[in-house]
């Protein structure tokens, strides 16, 4: 393993950060055994997307303080959202004598298997490693991210990584072609403990890792066309006879021309992938005429970086 330090800076005075977050897709998400913690060894081939939320990030002098502003206000701004326990973690690890106030701007619909809530916990830990000026190695930001969830991790090696075992082993790759995304919010979340105790209810058991996927793992570089064929998602099997909508949608993808569609993570999104932009975009005006639905065309990222730092403010 490397111990690379993670691709963010602020001038030494700067008291505010703004980063953007990115969603996330599986293009590959295997669920394998359930282990003895009662999670499950996972192999997926995640890729972010350009849908991002916002966060600014500001240091108070009061200490101990978390404060968090959010745009959506169907979500909670205390201890249940994952950006309050992000701070709240990196606070207690610096023994950070101050506070911090952070405005959340949501664009990635919650409970829609697309990591929103999982890549603002990276972002926030990302951009208050730079505001205190602590450089953790991408290792140490990754074991910090587990703490909070199993989808931290993967977001301080986008754009595209591969990972296993709960979501802790993360290996960065790279997809060579150009593809654009279309992903479909069908308009209701799905919760993603539910997602995976019915997975568990409807088979017997875990199918073994194929050994064409495990061969993808450990390649610094992939390609786009021998990627493609290999999608799949464990969730398709148990979920997709009960939510007809989304079958639909796959449909719609198809027929617009995606070479494939799929459900991201344990849904609600079904995203396709596209060949090019314009194709793209008509598919998402088309399907987003549905009631109910938010189609987005939106690219597989290639930043480097995962939360990039946009700006800083300066002190306040
Ligand atoms: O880690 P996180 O809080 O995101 O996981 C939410 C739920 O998803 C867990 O409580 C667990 O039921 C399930 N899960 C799992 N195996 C994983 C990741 C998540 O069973 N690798």
Known sequence: MTSETLPVSAAP???????????????????????????HNLWSLMHTVGLEDEL??????????????????????????????????????????????????????????????????????????????????????????????????????????????????????RLTGERWGVLVHPGFPIETRWA?????????????????LGELEGKQMLRWDDVSPLMANDFEA?????????VTVKNMLFRAGAEQALLSGSGSTVFGVFRDEATAVRAALAIG?????????????SDSASCQMVSGFGPS
């Open 13 to 39: 005075a700067a008291r505010s950060v703004r980063i953007m977050a990115p969603a996330k897709v599986n293009l590959v998400l295997r669920v394998l055994d359930r282990r003895p913690d009662g999670y």
């Open 56 to 173: 600014c990030l500001r240091l108070l002098d009061e200490p101990a303080t978390v404060r968090l502003h959010c745009d959506d206000p169907s979500l909670p701004t205390d201890g249940r959202n994952l950006v309050v326990r992000a701070a709240t973690l990196v606070l207690e690890r610096t023994q950070f004598e101050g506070g911090v106030e952070i405005h959340l701007r949501k664009r990635i619909p919650a409970g829609a298997g697309l990591g929103g809530g999982s890549s603002d916990a990276a972002a926030t830990i990302l951009g208050m490693a730079c505001l205190l000026d602590v450089r953790w190695s991408r290792e140490e930001s990754e074991r910090l991210g587990q703490e909070l969830g199993s989808d931290v991790s993967f977001f301080f090696s986008a754009p595209s990584a591969v990972v296993s075992g709960r979501g802790e082993n993360v290996t960065p790759c």
């Open 196 to 212: 995976y105790q019915r997975l568990a209810e409807s088979r017997a058991g875990a199918t073994p890792l194929e050994e064409r």
């Open 238 to 246: 148990p979920l997709l006879p009960s939510f007809p909508a989304l």
């Open 289 to 301: 005429q549905q009631p109910g639905a938010l189609a987005y065309a939106v690219p597989f990222s």
